[in-house]
Antibody, heavy 121, light 110 residues
Framework: EVQLVESGGGLVQPGGSLRVSCAASGFTVRNNYMSWVRQAPGKGLEWVSVIYSGGYTYYADSVKGRFTISRDNSKNTLYLQMNSLRAEDTAVYYC???????????????WGQGTLVTVSS | SYELTQPPSVSVSPGQTARITCSGDALPKQYASWLQQKPGQAPVLVIYKDSERPSGIPERFSGSSSGTTVTLTISGVQAEDEADYYCQSADSSGTYPHVVFGGGTKLTVL
């Protein structure tokens, strides 16, 4: 059974740092595209970052230069290191497995339960 | 930047058919998926590749595509279908496929 379990959220001051984790089971993280998607309180979904099976990483413009996505193959775990946090980064952060079925097809088939990150003084 | 446009809300009575649309210029070239999100829960995939249904999703959920619009249809709506629904696709015009979500549609079952 595929499972994604996020952890590491919490309260952090503006300008601070936080790392959230996503422990996967039932499949191998390094063989898949893995993304982080966030949802600000009462708002819609926003894609944040992706790491491809080949190791390439990409980021939304809103987090580029501040966030870093990575994975630990030995722990089958995905990470998001968040630096220089701002109030507008406050959101529930979800990890999700991204499926690509060719250059014209991308979708998320499994999601974690999310972890709340609050940026406030 | 590329956008997917959804109506903010749709209301239907139980047993009726709900249709939620999603419009985007790249939809003729990129498949879309649909996600269901109930309050306090993570999103759940209900349709992918415009019209494919994952295992475990009831048959009353279906998807279709026509030009720059994709549509999620829920036939015989039940009270448990009340949720937010998001379309998702990708913008492949840049150096890498950039995932995009619609703004979401709140489905109310009257």
């Amino acid at each position: 059974e595929v499972q994604l379990v996020e952890s590491g959220g919490g309260l952090v001051q503006p300008g601070g740092s936080l790392r959230v984790s996503c422990a996967a089971s039932g499949f191998t993280v390094r063989n898949n595209y893995m993304s982080w998607v966030r949802q600000a309180p009462g708002k819609g979904l926003e894609w944040v970052s992706v790491i491809y099976s080949g190791g390439y990483t990409y980021y939304a413009d809103s987090v580029k230069g501040r966030f870093t996505i990575s994975r630990d193959n030995s722990k089958n775990t995905l990470y998001l290191q968040m630096n220089s946090l701002r109030a507008e980064d406050t959101a529930v952060y979800y990890c999700a497995r991204e499926i690509t079925c060719g250059g014209d097809c991308y979708y998320f088939d499994y999601w974690g339960q999310g972890t709340l990150v609050t940026v406030s003084s | 930047s590329y956008e997917l446009t959804q109506p903010p809300s749709v209301s239907v009575s139980p047993g009726q058919t709900a249709r939620i649309t999603c419009s985007g210029d790249a939809l003729p070239k990129q498949y879309a998926s649909w996600l269901q999100q109930k309050p306090g829960q993570a999103p759940v995939l209900v349709i992918y590749k415009d019209s494919e249904r994952p295992s475990g999703i009831p048959e009353r959920f279906s998807g279709s595509s026509s030009g720059t619009t994709v549509t999620l249809t829920i036939s015989g709506v039940q009270a448990e279908d009340e949720a937010d629904y998001y379309c998702q696709s990708a913008d492949s015009s840049g150096t890498y496929p950039h995932v995009v979500f619609g703004g979401g549609t709140k489905l109310t079952v009257l």
